[in-house]
């Protein structure tokens, strides 16, 4: 049987369409995504997961007013669903250590950087690019990792490297990490650990 994953979300959802995508492709077939869940409820990825028939959750932090709420909306949903495996595919929020010690090794996140540069509190979304522009490297890329009380700590699952280019922008760079590195590392590494999960 396939594992049981859920995707989480904030944003435009790129990275759950690059796995949507590697289903089709049957790069991903030792696990089947069946729940996305959005930390807020205007997430574009919401409808990338609608057109697929794949079911959704949203846990809006804001709304739901403090951190043990938020946990407690995404751990019924999590139980409800049977899910084996989370994966943070742009998903904007901190989950707490004590969300993270329940799912050792079970989780997995994707950074827009080679860990150990460019990462931790603060450094997601744009900020990673334009933190390794400023620093002037002529070589970035994206991470693959699990996710335990550090962020951006756990133990590294896969790297790709990327150049940067003259020119570059924070937005542009961005882009080309995302298909030349994100987009290929992520299903690979999803696939990887379902298959080791179920193996
Ligand atoms: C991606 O670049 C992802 O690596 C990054 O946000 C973007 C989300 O794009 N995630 C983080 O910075 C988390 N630390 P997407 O919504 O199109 O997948």
Not at 53 to 75: C, D, P, R, Y
């Amino acid at each position: 049987m396939a594992a049981r994953i859920a995707v989480f979300v904030s944003g435009g959802g790129t990275n759950l369409q690059a796995l949507l995508d590697a289903a089709d492709a049957g790069i991903l077939k030792s696990g089947e995504i069946v729940l996305v869940v959005a930390s807020n409820p205007t997430a574009y990825a919401l409808e990338r997961a609608k057109k697929k028939g794949i079911a959704t959750a949203v846990a809006w932090k804001k709304e739901l007013g403090s951190q043990e709420a938020f946990e407690a909306v995404i751990s019924q949903k999590l139980a409800e669903y049977e899910i084996d495996l989370i994966v943070l595919a742009g998903f904007m929020n901190i989950l707490s250590a004590d969300f993270t010690s329940k799912w050792p090794e079970r989780i997995i996140n994707v950074h827009p950087a080679l860990i150990p540069s460019f990462c931790g509190k603060g450094l997601y979304g744009l900020a990673p690019h334009l933190a390794a522009l400023e620093k002037g490297v002529k070589v970035t890329g994206a991470t693959v990792h699990f996710v335990n009380e550090i962020p951006d700590g756990g133990k590294i699952i896969d790297q790709k490297a990327v150049y940067v280019q003259d020119g570059d922008t924070p937005e542009l760079l961005q882009r080309r990490v995302m298909e030349e590195a994100e987009w290929i590392i992520l299903p690979r590494a999803v696939e990887k650990v379902s298959a080791e999960l179920k193996g």
